[in-house]
């Protein structure tokens, strides 16, 4: 929770994606004076239910939905412009006031057309695919790093950006070819479009950094959001199947210009069991019926592609880590609620390699792929959770599975979710 001495919170997932974090931040961004997201881009799905009605964000913060709330997209997102403007209108039209609040880095690089085609061309060509979402973000990021990208300052010269777009259409139509696909990028379509964008961006168009800086200052809280989880961070997640960004906290500070030492807290949101979309090593899985039944219970389908999510057994191994390269001060567990029938649990405590157990992370997809997981084996407690408010309400069994959690990760659990409404949240 926000208090005087924590005034800056980094969200982070601390799994593979899809552990909850719209709920979590919806529920932290009511303290929040500023929510502000810190890198990936549309290949990010953010749930948030109010009442009867279901929100799903893509670029824009979830704190979007308190309307006194300021959101900022920083510098570390690359941004889909056409993406941004359509989720804008989706939110006016459903009466939340975002246009006004919204904030958008100057510095942040843009997501152009070429950029999905790419992404859809390379990852077709691809032996063993990645998963991608195809939605461009690992070429914007490839562009940002060659210093061959288009930020949103630049849109303030549309006559010099013209250059960079011809630049990198040529380039893009030539590795389009290569990939064998027949589509093309047009530069002048691009150009239309951006003619058409580009007022809007620049209208909303801020310094994130020194926004947080001055708020922090004059006693306001702000929330970092991070998206994806730590298991997909392109340097500490399971290389190569992960996402082209920074997912961990480290990459907060970064992601929105300010420095880490304005950092209080950082919140690791995990789901009660396990799940990951795409390709890539999963070491507690589960297959077969146990997956669908599993997959049915929590609704396990991805925000952005509609993907079945693949379902495991909760991985301490995987918090661990999580936990170690986030710096993890608290936990907050989701979707508890999905294991209320559960006559039995198992929890991944530790690996076997070699037939060497292990409790550490290890570095390389083939070992990932070669472990077995050592497992306890815990009651369940056949009882419904989503009335619960205070820890003392739940049954006695979802409680030691909750303090397992704790000792296994080595990070103690500040909230739990028991369903998707807003309310449905126990506060430890």
């Not at 288009?150 to 950006?161: F, G, K, N, P, T």
Request: glycine share 12%; hydrophobic share 40%; charged share 20%.
């Amino acid at each position: 929770m926000f208090s005087e001495s924590t005034r800056c919170i980094v969200l982070v997932g601390a799994q593979w994606g899809d552990e909850g974090k719209g709920k979590i931040t919806d529920v932290l961004a009511e303290q929040a004076t500023i929510v502000a997201r810190y890198q990936g881009g549309a290949n990010a799905g953010h749930t948030v239910e109010v009442g009867d009605e279901q929100f799903i964000l893509h670029l824009i913060p979830s704190g979007a939905l308190y309307p006194t709330v300021r959101c900022l997209l920083g510098n570390g997102v690359v941004i889909d412009p056409w993406t941004l403007a359509e989720e804008v209108e989706m939110l006016e039209g459903r009466g939340i006031d975002i246009a006004r609040r919204l904030g958008i880095s100057w510095r942040a690089h843009l997501v152009l057309p070429y950029h999905k085609l790419l992404d859809g061309a390379s990852e077709s060509s691809r032996g063993v695919q990645i998963g991608t979402t195809r939605r461009g973000i690992g070429p914007a990021y490839r562009d940002k790093v060659a210093r061959a990208g288009i930020r949103v300052c630049d849109l303030a010269d549309l006559s010099a950006v013209r250059s960079t777009i011809d630049d990198r259409c040529a380039w893009a139509n030539n590795r389009l070819s290569a990939f064998g696909s027949a589509e093309r990028a047009n530069a002048t379509e691009i150009m239309d479009g951006l003619e058409a964008v580009a007022p809007g961006l620049l209208a909303n168009a801020v310094e994130v950094g020194d926004e947080i800086r001055v708020e922090l200052d004059s006693g306001g809280r702000a929330l970092l959001e991070g998206a994806q989880g730590s298991l997909l961070d392109v340097d500490h997640g399971t290389y190569p199947f992960v996402t082209s960004s920074n997912t961990t906290a480290g990459g907060a500070a970064v992601g929105v210009g300010i420095g880490p030492t304005l950092i209080d807290d950082v919140l690791g949101v995990v789901k009660a069991y396990t799940t990951r979309v795409g390709n890539g090593p999963l070491p507690t899985e589960l297959e077969g019926e146990a997956a669908e039944h599993l997959r049915v219970l929590g609704g396990e389908y991805g925000a952005t592609t509609g993907r079945p999510r693949r379902p495991g057994w909760f991985d301490g191994v995987v918090v661990r880590h999580a936990a170690a390269v986030n710096g993890l001060t608290a936990l907050a567990v989701t979707k508890l609620d999905v294991l209320d029938t559960f006559d039995e649990l198992r929890l991944g405590v530790a690996y076997e390699l070699e037939d060497a157990e292990q409790s550490g992370f290890p570095p390389r997809t083939e070992q990932l792929d070669s472990v077995r997981p050592v497992y306890e084996t815990l009651p369940g407690w056949n009882a419904s959770t989503t009335d619960c408010r205070k820890i003392e309400a739940l049954p006695e069994n979802a409680r030691a599975y909750l303090s397992r959690i704790e000792s296994v990760s080595g990070v103690p659990i500040r909230y739990v979710s028991v369903g998707s409404g807003r309310t449905q949240i126990v506060t430890l």
